[in-house]
Nanobody
Framework: EVQLVESGGGLVQAGGSLRLSCAAS????????IGWFRQVPGKEREMVSC????????YYGNFVYGRFTTSSDNAKNTVYLQMNSLKPEDTAVYYC???????????????WGQGTQVTVSS
């Protein structure tokens, strides 16, 4: 059974940092691309980042502007999202998702985590 468990969300002031973690289990980690998505009530879910651990390829949404970095620890089957210079508009529920096969990227995930709330105060 594929499981994705996010952690690390919380409340932070504008300009601050958070690191989200996504612990994966139940599948061959490097066969998948792992993405971070976020959603605000009333808006569509948007892709924040995507990483393929097999070759280290990464992708970021345009709004990231170099503020976020995704990485993976293959030994721990965990993907991270380091978020710096956070803005109030980054407030959202952040989801981790897995997409197969890895070389097709994160556009169509097959599994989702439960989400973690990130709130950035002004």
């Amino acid at each position: 059974e594929v499981q994705l468990v996010e952690s690390g969300g919380g409340l932070v002031q504008a300009g601050g940092s958070l690191r989200l973690s996504c612990a994966a289990s139940g599948f061959t980690f490097d066969d998948y691309a792992i993405g971070w998505f976020r959603q605000v009530p009333g808006k569509e879910r948007e892709m924040v980042s995507c990483i393929t651990s097999r070759d280290g390829s990464t992708y970021y949404g345009n709004f990231v502007y170099g503020r976020f970095t995704t990485s993976s620890d293959n030994a721990k089957n965990t993907v991270y999202l380091q978020m710096n210079s956070l803005k109030p508009e980054d407030t959202a529920v952040y989801y981790c998702a897995a997409a197969y096969p890895y070389y097709q990227g994160c556009s169509i995930p097959s599994s989702w985590g439960q989400g973690t709330q990130v709130t950035v105060s002004s």
